[in-house]
């Protein structure tokens, strides 16, 4: 996971060379909190998505066994930052702009972050979810103008999902 996050941010990197335009990131605590509630209401729908879709939940179980399992709850911090921090540098803050600040950029890069997210075929249904997840911290990062949303949402997003299945998995075994 650690080096999924330095390999991306080092293509984040190497396009700001080509493309030298990076989303903003204003620190105050109102966009913060907006990235908290995002992150929220984000984690609130998947964990209905989970329940309600099987094609998805199989392909979550599947996804979060391979990233989380050999993981310790408390390294659920760790899922939480750094792929939040790295994939929103490129895929908000660089790959957006780039593309551009409208609803081409926005599907364009929810479409990219959905594929990253899809390790075969059979992750058809999470890869979905995770272009819809894109579009709405794209959304977020194109309304307020402040990449600090998207990113919290994703941290916390990231937090959740990995805190919560790590507890469940420990409590069915």
């Keep these: ?14 396009w700001l060379f080509f493309e030298p335009f990076l989303f903003p990131i ?24 989970y ?9 979550a179980d599947f996804y979060l066994s391979f990233v989380l399992a050999p993981l310790l709850p408390t390294d659920s911090i760790w899922v939480g930052l750094l792929p939040g921090m790295s994939e929103e540098l490129l895929f908000r803050g660089v790959m957006l702009p780039a593309i551009g600040l409208n609803a081409t ?3 364009v890069s ?5 594929v990253l997210h899809m390790s075969n075929r059979q992750q058809w249904s999470y890869a979905i979810w995770a272009t819809l997840v894109g579009l709405m911290l794209g ?11 998207p990113m919290v949402a994703h941290i916390v997003t990231n937090f959740i999902s990995s805190f919560l299945w790590q507890m469940y998995r420990r409590r069915s075994i």
């Design 51 to 59: 329940r309600l879709w099987p094609a998805y939940r199989q392909s």
């Design 1 to 14: 996971m650690a080096a999924t996050a330095l390999i991306l941010l080092l293509i984040a990197r190497v």
């Design 110 to 114: 929810s479409l990219c972050f959905g």
């Design 139 to 149: 959304g977020s990062a194109l309304v307020t103008g402040n990449l600090l949303v």
């Design 26 to 49: 204003a620190l105050n605590w109102q966009d913060a909190s907006i990235g908290v509630g995002l992150g929220l209401g984000i984690s609130a729908v998947s964990m209905l998505v």
């Design 105 to 107: 950029g926005l599907v």
